[in-house]
């Protein structure tokens, strides 16, 4: 079992196309992996949907409460070693290192030029392919 952190982008995704990689990437990680959120991840969420879509946000609210995930707290920037382009990722990529996840997925090309040796980062269809191998 790995512990995977998916990125705003890729629930965001998941919860608006039901068909699509990202809605596969999420039903695989909460069946058969640990889902790790951060509470910057789930703040994005709400400012996201509520901006774009604010019908959904029952629907995430509801998602939220029934799905099973482990929080990885958030982490003063002074103790990252890796630093990202785009410095409002930093606090996510804190905290995946801080929590040790196995995985990142997410779409962001900021996290995906990364090359980490303490964690994969892939797309949603990369996640799908690393899955089944």
């Known amino acids: 079992m790995m512990r995977v952190l998916v990125d705003t982008n890729v629930i965001i995704s998941a919860l608006l196309f039901p068909t699509s990689a ?6 695989r990680v909460l ?3 640990r889902l790790v959120l951060t ?4 703040d994005e969420l709400f400012e996201v949907v509520s901006r774009k879509r604010s019908d959904l946000l029952p629907a995430l609210d509801s998602f939220l409460t029934r799905i ?11 103790r990252s ?10 606090p996510i990529l804190d905290a995946a290192l801080d929590a040790e996840v196995d995985v990142i997925v997410t779409g962001d090309k900021h996290f995906l030029v990364l090359d980490l040796p303490q964690m994969r980062i892939v797309t949603p269809r990369g996640f799908l392919n690393l899955d089944t191998a």
């Open 31 to 33: 069946s058969t992996h």
């Open 81 to 90: 070693s890796v630093t990202i382009a785009d410095e409002k990722d930093q």
């Open 68 to 78: 099973n995930y482990e929080m990885a707290g958030p982490v003063p920037y002074s």
């Open 39 to 42: 509470q910057w991840i789930i």
């Open 22 to 27: 990202p809605s596969e990437v999420l039903d």
